[in-house]
């Protein structure tokens, strides 16, 4: 599989994407997160059961598509 995100500088986990399929899954993340949140604005407990899920989905394939992996970095460059 190929790098979809940049690792962050400082810190844990991903930074901005990289990669035309990395834009892609950011945006189509963001479509569901927002539509969920406007489909069901009076339902709570639903937009949390659409999110949920798709925030680990979301985040596992951040993690497994990030430069080097998810990890700490203290500033060092790559």
Same mark, same amino acid.
């Given at each position: 599989?190929s ?11 991903? /930074?901005?994407p990289?990669?035309?399929?990395? !834009?892609? #899954?950011?945006? +189509?993340?963001?479509?569901? &997160? #927002? /539509?969920?949140? #406007?489909a069901f ?7 949390? &059961? ?9 985040? #596992?394939?951040?993690?497994?598509t990030?430069?080097? +992996? %998810?990890? !700490?970095? %203290?500033?060092?460059?790559?």
């Open positions: 599989m790098d979809w995100f940049a690792p962050k500088r400082y810190g844990y986990g991903a /930074g901005l990289i990669s035309w399929q990395g !834009w892609a #899954l950011t945006i +189509g993340f963001l479509i569901v &997160a #927002l /539509g969920s949140a #406007l604005v009076n339902r709570p407990i639903l937009v949390f &059961a659409i999110l949920i899920p798709a925030v680990l989905l979301f985040s #596992l394939i951040a993690a497994r990030t430069r080097g +992996g %998810w990890r !700490w970095r %203290w500033g060092e460059k790559e």
